[in-house]
């Protein structure tokens, strides 16, 4: 069964204060990772798909990378505006569905 | 143009009642999805739809029972609710391996 830790569950930062979110993954193949985000009284809009070990993919102030094992989110000097939960996603190669972590909420104090 | 629409936003209901959310796509995807978060933020799948046909079906009460009329709605009708289906649901589709795009949520408070 696939399995998706994130850490830590929450996160607070001044604002300017790089910091990394991270996604431990198990799947018996991955297929993809997906990086969204969520606002409170919305749904999770999407981000970033890492396909294989290697990859990055960078966005603003977000950068997204990918091992065998795990993703990290990294930020780059945040702003408040970036303050949301972060939710990691795997979908594995015999499947559609995406799988969930629980999400980092994170919380950028200016 | 909203991409992936629900309707109620919100449904506050007494225990024992049936209710209805629906769910309805622009994006031209053959696979639509529900899922349920609860109040920790953790979205769990609950069923998948592929050209109205169900291919996903998790452990979830036959009380819910989701209905494709067409490849571009996704309805779910819950019967008999319980205190413990409070929740957001959320309706999302996809082509594939493509990105999953989801509605704005159904929040469901059952008293």
């Known amino acids: 069964e696939d399995q998706v830790t994130q850490s830590p569950e929450a996160l607070r930062l001044q604002e300017g204060e790089s910091s990394s979110l991270n996604c431990s993954y198990t799947v018996s193949g991955l297929r993809g990772l997906f990086w969204y985000r969520q606002d409170p009284g919305k749904g999770p809009e999407f981000l970033f798909t890492?396909?294989?070990a290697g990859e990055e993919k960078e966005k603003e102030r977000l950068k997204a990378t990918l091992t065998k094992k795990e993703s990290f989110l990294h930020i780059t000097a945040p702003k408040p505006e970036d303050s949301a939960t972060y939710l990691c996603?795997?979908?594995?190669?015999?499947?559609?569905?995406?799988?969930f972590g629980e999400g980092t909420q994170l919380t950028v104090n200016p | 143009d909203t991409a992936v629409s629900q309707t109620p936003k919100y449904l506050v209901t007494q225990m024992g009642n049936d209710k209805s959310i629906k769910c309805e796509q622009n994006?031209?995807?053959?696979?639509m999805y529900w899922y349920k978060q609860d109040s920790k933020k953790f979205l769990k799948i609950m069923f998948s739809y592929n050209n109205k046909e169900l291919i996903i079906n998790e452990t979830v009460p036959n009380r819910f029972s989701p209905k494709s009329p067409d490849k571009a709605h996704l309805n779910l009708h819950i019967n008999s609710l319980e205190l413990g289906d409070s929740a957001v649901y959320f309706c999302?589709?996809?082509?594939?391996?493509?990105?999953?795009?989801f509605g704005a949520g159904s929040r469901l408070t059952v008293l």
């Open positions: 999302g589709s996809g082509a594939g391996a493509n990105v999953l795009t």
């Open positions: 994006l031209g995807h053959d696979t």
């Open positions: 890492l396909y294989s």
């Open positions: 996603a795997v979908r594995e190669t015999s499947g559609s569905r995406l799988t």
